[in-house]
């Protein structure tokens, strides 16, 4: 089992247009199975999607509205990941999940909501 915990998990982080946040996500428990983490995110009235994730090799992968904007990175001693999104735009609007991919299970955090203005 994995447990995932963001910072500011739970809260809303709010920024202007053309600003930055950074998300971090740290995961405890049988950490060492892990084989991936990422984010993903729900708009309101839409589906969630995959942001942004990364491998225990160092494989990236982005959604493509993120490319050039957002940076995923990964500290497998402490098993955690970050989120660096710049130049947020108003669409970047929704709530951020911490996911992580564990002998065929997903396991989440709680979400962090993440309001851009414009």
């Known amino acids: 089992q994995v447990t995932l915990v963001e910072s500011g998990g739970g809260g809303v982080q709010a920024v202007q247009a053309g600003g930055s946040l950074r998300l971090s996500c740290s995961a405890s428990?049988?950490?060492?199975?892990?084989?991936?983490m990422g984010w993903y995110r729900r708009a309101p009235g839409k589906q969630r999607e995959l942001v942004a994730s990364v491998a225990n090799g160092g494989t990236t992968n982005y959604a493509e509205s993120v490319k050039g904007r957002f940076t995923i990175s990964r500290d497998l001693r402490e098993y955690t990941t970050f989120l660096q999104m710049d130049n947020l735009k108003p669409e970047d609007t929704a709530v951020y999940y911490c996911?992580?991919?564990?002998?065929?299970?997903?396991?989440w955090g709680r979400g962090t909501q993440v309001t851009v203005s414009s």
């Open positions: 996911h992580a991919y564990w002998l065929g299970y997903d396991f």
């Open positions: 428990g049988q950490v060492n199975n892990i084989d991936r």
